[in-house]
């Protein structure tokens, strides 16, 4: 079975990246593969390396091997703990130094996890100034009363599951030969800065799946959305019906000029997802976000802690 776009590298980290990136292999997407983590008990079920304690030179060397000749590299990460949030840039970083194009798709924490949100923000924004683009998934948007009462970590493991879901029907098609939307135009909305991807099961039924996407659409503000892509991964295609219903409700809500693209990637498989990707304007502000980035505005802090921030006086330089 051969991916779209051609050369693709997925890169997982952490528990919920490595998990995610290890069900898209098991789903034969043809693609190389890296897993990294601090922890080793997140790499038991793949090849993966545990960096503690590496440095800049040794991620480079690894990620580069693989990354090299590749046309684009996925790092896929939950951030808030220590192994995304720290591990996730680096890896990035070293994939673009490659000469990759790098893209990140970024798990957030729950609204609960209060003291998880400073660290997720900080690898949000450290990844968003060495990707070309990010992909963001709130995890909020999977809680429901019906799920309250299911165990945190299978409620993690449910979740990974229908993130890889929709991710793998934007990679291949259930032929094999083609993708239910083309990774060229996905690539092209993450370029802008951001997007994010919305995800609904189909308990509710097809429709209802479809109406929330384009409430949660409008939720997030006319003026922020500036593209939309919807698709649905499983045995149940996107009718021409379904299509027309869920432009005009976009296009009243966001404006008539909304782009909209659709996709289906059918398959055997008996669950089945409907999804959404919103590439976000550039003011737009996420859940999570950097509180440092937002003090700072345009500048930005050194690499070297001890410089403190690197801001232009407009002072010429003495010698």
């Not at 299978?154 to 291949?172: N, Q, S």
Request: charged residues 25%; contains cysteine.
């Amino acid at each position: 079975m051969e991916a779209s776009g051609g050369r693709i590298l997925f890169v997982g980290v952490g528990t919920s990246g490595c998990r995610i990136v290890n069900l898209l292999q098991s789903r034969g997407i043809r693609a190389a593969y890296l897993f990294a983590s601090l922890d080793e008990e997140d790499l038991e079920a793949t090849d993966g390396v545990n960096m503690n304690g590496w440095d800049e030179d040794e991620i480079r060397s690894y990620v580069g091997g693989a990354a090299t000749g590749r046309g684009v590299a996925f790092v896929v990460a939950g951030l808030g703990g220590s192994s995304g949030s720290s591990l996730a840039p680096r890896l990035a970083r070293a994939a673009e130094a490659a000469g990759t194009d790098t893209f990140g798709v970024a798990l957030l924490p729950f609204k609960y996890q209060k003291w998880m949100e400073y660290k997720a923000g900080v690898g949000i924004n450290k990844m968003k100034n060495c990707c070309r683009g990010m992909l963001v998934v709130d995890r909020e948007q999977f809680v429901e009363e019906s799920l309250e009462e299911l165990p945190l970590s299978r409620l993690y493991e449910m979740i990974d599951g229908k993130v890889a879901d929709a991710l793998e029907a934007l990679f291949i098609a259930g032929d094999g030969k083609t993708p239910a939307v083309e990774l060229r135009k996905l690539t092209k909305m993450m370029e802008r800065g951001k997007a994010t991807l919305e995800i609904r099961d189909l308990s509710g039924g097809f429709d209802e799946g479809i109406a929330s996407l384009v409430r949660r659409a409008y939720e997030a503000g006319q003026g922020d959305v500036d593209e939309v892509m919807i698709y649905s991964s499983g045995n149940r295609p996107i009718t021409f019906e379904q299509a027309k219903f869920s432009a005009e409700g976009l296009k009243s809500l966001l404006g008539s000029e909304m782009k909209i693209h659709y996709g289906s990637k059918v398959s055997e498989r008996g669950s089945a997802v409907v999804a959404m990707v919103m590439a976000m304007g550039e003011g737009s502000k996420l859940r999570v976000y950097d509180p440092v980035a937002q003090v700072l505005g345009g500048r930005s802090l050194d690499e070297e802690p001890e410089q403190g921030l690197a801001i232009d006086l407009g002072i010429p330089t003495l010698d």
